[in-house]
């Protein structure tokens, strides 16, 4: 049942990608903690590279032009370090920083260099050692330093209810949603899914999460600039909010909210994603994975033992009743209609 679903949700992106006519799409993968989502993104990725490296082809006549990234975030304000920042306020307008004699941008939220964002120009052939087809993008990068919420005013429910919207550097989020939404709508010239030309797409590289440091780590996660297919996973990309929920309408302006039946999830035995219908113009899709409770509260609690946030399951499991499991319920009472729904897959490596 698993590998079929991978395989199946493979597919589906490769059909999405030949009918959206364009070089590039993305898919926001979303779902409460423990169902699953860096498991399926990377399955799916990892599917896809394969097929591409066994049957993409690269056409080195052929050169895509991905527009001027390094300017199109040009609206922000300027980088002055000596300016105060609320470290609170969700919706904080990031700055913008450009250095210009090493074409390179670098966009600063909440975080300030932990979290910052950096745009780079590059041109490469997706057949080089850098080049990747298909790729995942993590959301935990983004999360909040811890040297920032000790400042919170109430720091200790900060650190407590870590991995909260709240805890996050949301406004760079919905920004680097915003600036990826510029590379979907480059045409691929006729390129057949699975292959590859040369691109000047700048490669973009955001933070990624240190699991054993307990922090992101700065540009730890390049995303890049020959990349076809990019797999965004996280919690609260859907999150109907005033801040969060800029990003789903980034891509669908008129996308409406829709609260998932989990009364329902536990009575589905498997998925059928081959048979949902795959939409045509669109370069993106919205994918949510569907955990019941009992489930969350299991596989979270493990996680937070072997993670080392508790010495016991007991205690990994109160954790969870305070703060995964409301930000779970949450995720799926307040989020964005998906545009296929997955029934979270039992496989000991999902930790996400």
């Not at 992106?13 to 409460?32: D, F, H, M, N």
């Not at 690269?58 to 390094?70: F, M, N, V």
Request: glycine share 6%.
């Amino acid at each position: 049942m698993m590998d079929s679903t991978y395989r199946d949700l493979a597919t589906r992106t490769l059909s999405l990608l030949k009918q959206s006519g364009e070089y590039r799409i993305i898919i926001l993968l979303v779902g409460a903690p423990g169902s699953g989502k860096s498991t399926i993104a990377q399955r799916v990725v990892d599917i896809l590279n394969e097929q591409h490296s066994t049957l993409g082809k690269h056409h080195s006549e052929k050169h895509i032009t991905g527009g001027d990234l390094l300017h199109s975030n040009d609206d922000l304000p300027k980088y002055d370090p000596s300016t105060p920042i609320d470290i609170e306020d969700d919706n904080y307008t990031p700055t913008i920083d450009h250095d210009t004699s090493s074409s390179r941008t670098i966009i600063r939220g909440r975080g300030g260099d932990d979290t910052a964002i950096k745009i780079e120009s590059s041109c490469i052939s997706s057949h080089n050692k850098d080049s990747t087809f298909a790729q995942v993008i993590p959301m935990d990068g983004f999360h909040l330093p811890r040297s920032i919420l000790t400042q919170f005013k109430d720091s200790t429910t900060a650190i407590l209810r870590r991995g909260s919207p709240f805890t996050f550097d949301s406004s760079l989020v919905v920004r680097l949603v915003s600036t990826l939404n510029d590379t979907l709508h480059v045409n691929a010239q006729g390129l057949e899914p699975l292959d590859t030309c040369t691109t000047d797409i700048p490669d973009i590289y955001i933070p990624s999460f240190d699991h054993a440091e307990h922090d992101p780590k700065q540009y730890g996660t390049k995303i890049h600039g020959s990349a076809r297919v990019l797999i965004m996973e996280g919690l609260y990309l859907l999150l109907d909010d005033p801040v969060w929920g800029k990003i789903a309408r980034c891509l669908e302006p008129s996308v409406e909210r829709e609260e998932v039946d989990m009364a329902q999830v536990s009575r589905i035995k498997e998925n059928n994603v081959g048979e949902i219908p795959v939409p045509n113009g669109k370069n993106h899709e919205f994918w949510k994975i569907l955990i019941d409770d009992s489930k969350m509260l299991q596989r979270v609690g493990k996680r937070h033992v072997k993670a080392g946030i508790v010495k016991t399951l007991e205690e990994g499991e109160e954790r969870v009743k305070v703060n995964d499991l409301p930000n779970g319920k949450r995720v799926y009472r307040e989020s964005f209609r998906g545009d296929i729904d997955i029934v979270s897959i039992d496989d000991q490596k999902e930790t996400n």
